[in-house]
């Protein structure tokens, strides 16, 4: 009796095999609307990211954080970035939820950044209504500012890693590559706006009389925009949830075949109906019904095999790390390169404009001629990081129509030395008119580094699908990591770069006495990288 289940399930598997019905599949084409649909996301993140460009300066000074705290405030969010988005990225790779594996996080961190803000802009507001001792009021006050700010700049970093992995669970390859540049063409336009709109003046205007301050009729849109485009994202792609994938499974392996990995098992996030060879898990679990008991068994087997593999996955995450292959290793010290050299200019860009092209004097009283020289110069670089942002958004476009002549390669080397020779040429030359021309130059390298290193990803990946199809006795190592730990780990190469250029180009400063020393090392470093992407990063025929 029990050979003969076995048989039975053997014979099942071999005939499923044979139909082609557990190979690697290919999600269905999606329509153009449901990827500007999910790119809303990015949409919503870049906006709020340039309001806190735009007002967390003055709303540290304005709650009285002493300058010695600074660095706390800006380590703390990429220090926690760092350690934790892989581990992260590994989990969202297993997540059982029935909503999805992507989506959960997104959720979670998306409410992560909206209780930021609300910290940030508001605490201040709320701890002046609760607290009336000055100096509990001022403790409280900083603490609950700090809290946000590095609460909303952790969140707002990790979600890129999940949005992009969901991108690459539900889209096929063309697909993939044409959300991406759409990613990058909506964080240009939220950019964009949410630098317009914080040089409004709205204490002069109806609605910032009616809300109180500048800084709650920004957390109004902010909380507005972030909400409806996060909402918008969600429901733009389903994934069917991973436990209904797993019931869609072969019953049983026979012993020549190699172990089932869970990252070829669970390829796609996103299965809703057959089409060109698509499977459909609701078809595949109508199937299931009829299964007999013997197919049960096996089937319960193979579950219970996925949640032991879950577990070894966390617990080898670093070695997974350590040893991944030197493809990835050499894309993400380009990753890495590449946002040190960006972060580098941008974050001093409108100090720079302000001291060096204007030259004022940020240290001088604040009613003299120089300090009000330096303001108008910070107020004109703002504009420039603006037009750093829509022309992001154009070159993201027109990047698809590049591609097909200079490919990835001739992108990732064109975006690094532009913006190494452009940062040098500001540097060496300071003017007003000439730095506002170059900034165009700036959304050539933000375009790049938002779009090329994951479009290599996948690449990467679907050379990965097709090895394992031709050879299908592959390494089962190499099933430790997915698309999630993959994104997270190149994502989290923002926040090393954040690190490192808070740690060292403050001393830079300190030992040139001027800050055209940020500008030069920015242009250095953009020039090493372009020698680096063309030389090691491994692109793909």
Known sequence: MGGNSGQAGRHIYK???????????EPPKRPTSRLIMHSMAMFGREFCYAVEAAYVTPVL????????????VWFLSPILGFLLQPVVGSASDHCRSRWGRRRPYILT?????????????????????????????????????MIGVVLFDFAADFIDGPIKAYLFDVCSHQDKEKGLHYHA???????????????????????????????????????????????VHLCSISEAPLTDVAKGIP???????PPLSSDGMYEYGSIEKVKNGYVNPELAMQGAKNKNH???????????????????TLKSLLRALVSMPPHYRYLCISHLIGWTAFL??????????GQIVYRGDPYSAHNSTEFLIYERGVEVGCWGLCINSVFSSLYSYFQKVLVSYIGLKGLYFTGYLLFGLGTGFIGLFPNVYSTLVLCSLFGVMSSTLYTVPFN????????EEKERQQAPGGDPDNSVRGKGMDCATLTCMVQLAQILVGGGLGFLVNTAGTVVVVVITASAVALIGCCFVALFVRYVD
Not at 116 to 131: E, K, P, Q, R, S
Not at 205 to 228: D, K, W, Y
Not at 344 to 353: H, K
Not at 456 to 463: D, G, S, V
């Open 294 to 312: 013997a197919e049960q068994v096996i089937e319960e087997q193979v579950v219970f095999d996925y949640m032991t593999r879950r577990a070894m």
């Open 185 to 231: 063409l909506f964080t240009g336009f939220g950019g964009a706006l949410g630098y317009l709109l914080g040089a409004i003046d709205w204490a002069h205007l109806e609605l910032g009389r009616l809300l109180g301050t500048e800084f709650q009729v920004m957390f109004f849109f902010s909380a507005l925009v972030l909400t409806l485009c996060f909402i």
């Open 61 to 72: 000074l304005s709650v009285g954080l002493p300058s010695s705290l600074y660095s706390i």
């Open 15 to 25: 005939s499923l095999a044979d139909d082609g019905l557990f190979d690697s599949v």
């Open 456 to 463: 290599l990803i996948t690449e990467y990946h679907r050379e």
């Open 344 to 353: 580098s200019n941008m974050l001093f860009f409108t100090d720079f404009m």
């Open 109 to 145: 961190l998306g409410v992560m950044m909206l209780v930021g803000m609300a910290l940030y802009l508001n605490g201040d507001t709320v701890v002046a209504a609760l607290i009336a001792n000055p100096r509990r009021k001022l403790v409280w006050a900083i603490s609950v500012t």
């Open 251 to 257: 019953p049983q392996q026979t012993p020549q075949d």
